[in-house]
């Protein structure tokens, strides 16, 4: 059988202290990442992971809409979990990459907006081509 490997376990202070591009570690879903030797590789360039240094980096992660090839990736780049005492109620409950997001006003106005112009073409063609 084989031995279980123990997974680190980082508190937000120890994160916090890797912010530079010598040394730079972020949270995602609760999981700790050095992306360090990512910084040079990242599409969006090095900056954009210099913002999110040291910190929980979930909201701006999901916000992108990264890709699943991104989210494989970060497997490369995992080092420990966060220690449970500094999850954030807001993702305590989201353990993974790829769980679903909380309902928000945005995906409110995602079928909103559709709906009042889908009423609004109906409306011009009722009373514009119909009515001919």
């Given at each position: 059988?084989?031995?279980?490997?123990?997974?680190?376990?980082?508190?937000?202070?120890?994160?916090?202290?890797?912010?530079?591009?010598?040394?730079?570690?972020?949270?995602?879903?609760?999981?700790v990442?050095?992306?360090?030797?990512?910084l040079?590789?990242?599409?969006?360039g090095?900056?954009?992971?210099?913002?999110?240094?040291?910190?929980?980096?979930?909201?701006?992660?999901?916000?992108?809409?990264?890709?699943?090839?991104?989210?494989?990736?970060?497997?490369?780049?995992?080092?420990?979990?966060?220690?449970?005492?500094?999850?954030?109620?807001?993702?305590?409950?989201?353990?993974?990459p790829?769980a679903?997001?909380?309902?928000?006003?945005?995906?409110?106005?995602?079928?909103?907006?559709?709906?009042?112009?889908?009423?609004?073409?109906?409306?011009?063609?009722?009373?514009?081509?119909?009515?001919?």
């Amino acid at each position: 059988m084989s031995e279980k490997s123990e997974t680190k376990v980082y508190t937000l202070e120890e994160v916090n202290k890797n912010k530079t591009s010598q040394s730079i570690w972020v949270v995602i879903h609760n999981k700790v990442y050095d992306v360090t030797k990512f910084l040079d590789d990242h599409p969006g360039g090095e900056e954009v992971l210099l913002e999110q240094g040291g910190a929980n980096a979930t909201e701006s992660f999901e916000d992108v809409g990264h890709s699943s090839d991104a989210r494989e990736l970060m497997k490369d780049y995992l080092i420990g979990d966060l220690a449970e005492a500094d999850w954030e109620t807001s993702i305590k409950t989201n353990t993974g990459p790829n769980a679903p997001e909380a309902p928000s006003g945005s995906n409110l106005a995602q079928w909103i907006i559709p709906t009042i112009v889908a009423l609004g073409v109906a409306l011009l063609y009722r009373f514009y081509i119909a009515g001919n």
